[in-house]
């Protein structure tokens, strides 16, 4: 059975830090993402890293303040996050890509998804 788990969401302020992980099992991911979704928004790509070469991508608006990385040996992907603003409050989600191929930043092309983890961000 192949599974997503995110935790590390919580209740932050302003200018905080944050990381969530992402634990995958049931199989490996060429691509392992970060989306996030804010009530009443469509979800959004955050960023995502690729599994054979290492390669990071970053939504325009979380560059300089987030950071993925990825633990192969575990199967986890982290999402660490400074200098939180209230805008960023959302579920953030994980999702795993099982080909290279395709958009990384277009959730549709993910295969499986995490059941999401709440991060709230207060002013």
């Known amino acids: 059975q192949v599974q997503l788990v995110e935790s590390g969401g919580g209740l932050v302020q302003s200018g905080d830090s944050l990381r969530l992980s992402c634990v995958a099992s049931?199989?490996?991911?060429?691509?392992m993402g970060w989306f996030r979704q804010a009530p009443g928004k469509e979800r959004e790509f955050v960023g995502a890293?690729?599994?054979?070469?290492?390669?990071?991508s970053y939504a325009e608006f979380v560059k300089g303040r987030f950071t993925i990385s990825r633990d192969n040996a575990k199967n986890t992907v982290y999402l660490q996050m400074n200098s939180l603003k209230p805008e960023d409050t959302a579920v953030y989600y994980c999702?795993?890509?099982?080909?290279?191929?395709?958009?990384?930043?277009?959730?549709?092309?993910?295969?499986?998804w995490g059941q999401g983890t709440q991060v709230t961000v207060s002013s």
């Open positions: 999702a795993g890509k099982i080909y290279t191929r395709g958009d990384v930043t277009t959730a549709d092309g993910y295969d499986y």
């Open positions: 890293h690729g599994w054979r070469d290492g390669s990071v």
């Open positions: 049931g199989r490996t991911f060429a691509t």
